[in-house]
Nanobody
Framework: VQLQASGGGLVQAGDSLKLSCVVS????????MGWFRQASGKEREFVAS????????YYSDSAKGRFTIAKDKASKTVYLQMDNLKPQDTAVYYC????????????WGQGTQVTVSS
């Protein structure tokens, strides 16, 4: 399984970005696709996830109401629409495939940098 993340960039506070993660290899209904982020000097943290089988979604408190996770099964792509970005959203964003909402991730993409200026 390989995950290819893209879509990061440098934006101003209040702007939007849409991240994409293309999944190659088998993905089953029991899998969960997630977005995590890691700011400089901090641990990787959960942002959002979506269940491959039924599209149920989960969000961190910081993402709720501003970010939207979605997937396109045909193209095996998972998206993270990020609106009203804040400087504290600055981080490297990773997509992963796992078996749990926030844990059990064993495949990761290479990460894409998101920088939000104030």
């Amino acid at each position: 399984v390989q995950l290819q993340a893209s879509g990061g960039g440098l934006v101003q506070a209040g702007d939007s970005l849409k991240l994409s993660c293309v999944v190659s290899g088998h993905t089953f209904s029991s899998h969960v696709m997630g977005w995590f982020r890691q700011a400089s000097g901090k641990e990787r943290e959960f942002v959002a996830s979506i269940r491959w089988g039924d599209d149920r979604t989960y969000y961190s408190d910081s993402a709720k109401g501003r970010f939207t996770i979605a997937k396109d099964k045909a193209s095996k792509t998972v998206y993270l629409q990020m609106d009203n970005l804040k400087p504290q959203d600055t981080a490297v964003y990773y997509c992963g495939r796992g078996t749990g909402v926030r844990t059990g991730y064993n495949f990761w993409g290479q990460g894409t940098q998101v920088t939000v200026s104030s």
